[in-house]
């Protein structure tokens, strides 16, 4: 089994920034892509930003420039360092990771973690 654990969500007005993090743990033999995404009430599930074993990154247009995603390969941790958030950044952010193990490669998802944007 892989369990991710998300941190880092919270209240914060507009302009301001929070750092999330998700750590995965677990039968890991070695965690490929991993990424962000977030759901805001009534919408769809939507990508924020991944990061392949390699460090490169994609995002959603709406967030470059605000949001960088890292990882520490060693810690099994992907981060998402958000900056001038927007009232509309408010959602639950999720974490994925695409993991092998002796089950093979399936993907990962962590519980989610709230943030909101005040205007």
């Known amino acids: 089994q892989v369990q991710l654990v998300e941190s880092g969500g919270g209240l914060v007005q507009a302009g301001g920034s929070l750092r999330l993090s998700c750590a995965a743990s677990g039968s890991i033999f070695r965690i490929n892509a991993m990424g962000w995404y977030r759901q805001a009430p009534g919408k769809q599930r939507e990508l924020v930003a991944t990061i392949t074993r390699g460090g490169i990154t994609n995002y959603k247009d709406s967030v470059k420039g605000r949001f960088t995603i890292s990882r520490d390969n060693a810690k099994n941790t992907v981060y998402l360092q958000m900056n001038s958030l927007k009232p509309e950044d408010t959602a639950v952010f999720y974490c994925?990771?695409?993991?092998?193990?002796?089950?093979?490669?399936?993907?990962?998802w962590g519980q989610g973690t709230q943030v909101t944007v005040s205007s």
């Open positions: 994925n990771a695409d993991v092998q193990n002796e089950q093979g490669v399936h993907d990962y």
